[in-house]
């Protein structure tokens, strides 16, 4: 069972910046994984912000394309969410997810709360 642990998260004013780690027990990012961040803001959907895969192909939701970027080190079994120029409109719970055909794996979810 992979288990994985955010951290990285908090406070931030608008305009701020952050960056995020979610640490995967086990050697699983040496395996064709693809990485992602996920949020899910109160009385909202849990949304895919960015994802990235083996060969570190890249996709980003829209909303934040351009100020976050998403990137792996599969040595430390890591992958990072920066993001810059946070908008009030980020502010959510922000969840790491490792996933290919036999295994999905979530972490415990990181609050990201941009206020002034």
């Known amino acids: 069972q992979v288990q994985l642990v955010e951290s990285g998260g908090g406070l931030v004013q608008p305009g701020g910046s952050l960056r995020l780690s979610c640490v995967a027990s086990g050697s699983i990012f040496s395996t064709n994984v693809i990485a992602g961040w996920y949020r899910q803001a109160p009385g909202k959907e849990r949304d895919l912000v960015a994802r990235?895969?083996?060969?570190?192909?890249?996709y980003y939701a829209s909303s934040v394309k351009g100020r976050f970027t998403v990137s792996r080190d599969n040595a430390k079994n890591t992958v990072y969410l920066q993001m810059n120029s946070l908008k009030p409109e980020d502010s959510a719970v922000y969840y790491c997810r490792v996933w290919n055909y036999g295994l999905d794996a979530w972490g415990q979810g990181t609050l990201v709360t941009v206020s002034s």
């Open positions: 990235i895969a083996r060969d570190d192909t890249t």
